[in-house]
């Protein structure tokens, strides 16, 4: 079983720029699609980014298209969510999940089977 930990949220103004890490342990990520997931206060989970096995294939929800980029380093066995043009509406906690069932992306949370603890992203008006 493959464990997640999330790293690099804080706090940041609005218009900058973070970089989310999910450092994977206890067996390799690189046969897990990997996805990145959040959760603002009274509100539910929602998908962000996704990223299949090799790093080819990404996924994005609407609302981050254009401004988060979700890659991987298979080597390092971590995957990363940069995050430019933070919003005030952006703030929530990030969730890292692995999908091992198959390499294609889904974006239903029940897909995913493993998850991180989540750090906290809050993003200044």
């Known amino acids: 079983q493959v464990q997640l930990v999330e790293s690099g949220g804080g706090l940041v103004q609005a218009g900058g720029s973070l970089r989310l890490s999910c450092a994977a342990s206890?067996?390799?990520?690189?046969?897990?699609?990997t996805g990145w997931f959040r959760q603002a206060p009274g509100k539910e989970r929602e998908f962000v980014a996704a990223?299949?096995?090799?790093?080819?294939?990404?996924y994005y929800a609407d609302s981050v298209k254009g401004r988060f980029t979700i890659s991987r380093d298979n080597a390092k066995n971590t995957v990363y969510l940069q995050m430019n043009r933070l919003k005030p509406e952006d703030t929530a906690v990030y969730y890292c999940?692995?999908?091992?069932?198959?390499?294609?992306?889904?974006?239903?949370?029940?897909?995913?089977?493993?998850w991180g603890q989540g750090t906290q992203v809050t993003v200044s008006s």
């Open positions: 999940a692995a999908d091992r069932r198959t390499n294609q992306i889904r974006t239903q949370i029940t897909a995913y089977d493993t």
């Open positions: 206890g067996r390799t990520l690189s046969t897990y699609v």
């Open positions: 990223v299949t096995w090799s790093g080819a294939g990404t």
